[in-house]
């Protein structure tokens, strides 16, 4: 059995890895996608393939001082890549500023979730507690 990596031939995003026969590597691919064999150990939610390379995708570097805030507090993120999805609460939205604010009058946990490939994908929980 051989590992193999399919990637997508527009943004180098790692599809799918497997295993299968050596002669089978080949019929992996899809229109618009490349299937090779993997020799160094690809994983699709860490590594992407820049043109030349396997390489690991970088991290958001998203800023925040809490992820603790009572219902009278604003939660800032700030150091949003431009072009990230974050999903909150409620619905979505590309940012294109660096940053997001979010409040609420109801206490929780709610998840926050950040996309923008090759970036790794980021999901932080937020605590809201009544004041």
Known sequence: ???????????????????????????????????????VGVQDDTHYYDGSAYVDRPSL??????LNINTSETLVITGIPSGTT???PGGSE??????????????????FSFE????????LNVTVADI
């Open 94 to 111: 590309v940012v294109n500023d660096g940053e997001i604010t979010w409040n609420t009058v109801v206490s929780g946990v709610f998840e």
């Open 116 to 123: 923008n490939f090759p970036y790794i994908k980021e999901a």
């Open 86 to 88: 974050v999903y909150y």
């Open 1 to 39: 059995m051989k590992r193999f990596v399919v990637r997508e031939d527009s943004s180098g995003e790692i599809l799918r890895t497997g295993s299968c026969l050596p002669e089978d590597v080949i019929k992996q691919a899809a229109t618009g996608t490349t299937a090779e064999e993997d020799t």
């Open 61 to 66: 570097g998203l800023v925040y001082t809490t």
